[in-house]
């Protein structure tokens, strides 16, 4: 069974830090491309960033660019986001997502299906 649990969100400052962890089991992980996308309150799903199986390769949503850097521990199974500068707009549940397929194809604007519960960023003085 496909799990993938996120943590290190919480509640921090304008201007301040984090860094997302996501724990994959019960897939190869080091096959796949993974994302991480986010939803604000009363919003959709937005993409945020895009890995590649190895991490060679790396996108960037154009909100977070710059501020953000995906990164994966593929022998931890363990992918993360730092999240730096953050803004009150950051505000919202984040989650690690698998792509459907072991293809070595790093989308972007890509929200896959297969997804953790998330964690919850709340950024505010």
């Known amino acids: 069974e496909v799990q993938l649990v996120e943590s290190g969100g919480g509640l921090v400052q304008p201007g301040g830090s984090l860094r997302l962890s996501c724990a994959a089991s019960?897939?190869?992980?080091?096959?796949?491309?993974m994302y991480w996308v986010r939803q604000a309150p009363g919003k959709g799903l937005e993409w945020v960033s895009s890995?590649?199986?190895?991490?060679?390769?790396?996108y960037y949503s154009d909100s977070v660019k710059g501020r953000f850097t995906v990164s994966r521990d593929n022998a931890k199974n363990t992918l993360y986001l730092q999240l730096d500068s953050l803004k009150t707009e950051d505000t919202a549940t984040y989650y690690c997502?698998?792509?459907?397929?072991?293809?070595?194809?790093?989308?972007?604007?890509?929200?896959?299906?297969?997804r953790g519960q998330g964690t919850q960023v709340t950024v505010s003085s």
């Open positions: 997502a698998r792509d459907p397929y072991a293809r070595n194809l790093v989308l972007k604007d890509y929200v896959p299906s297969v």
């Open positions: 019960g897939f190869y992980f080091s096959n796949y491309v």
């Open positions: 890995i590649s199986s190895l991490g060679r390769v790396t």
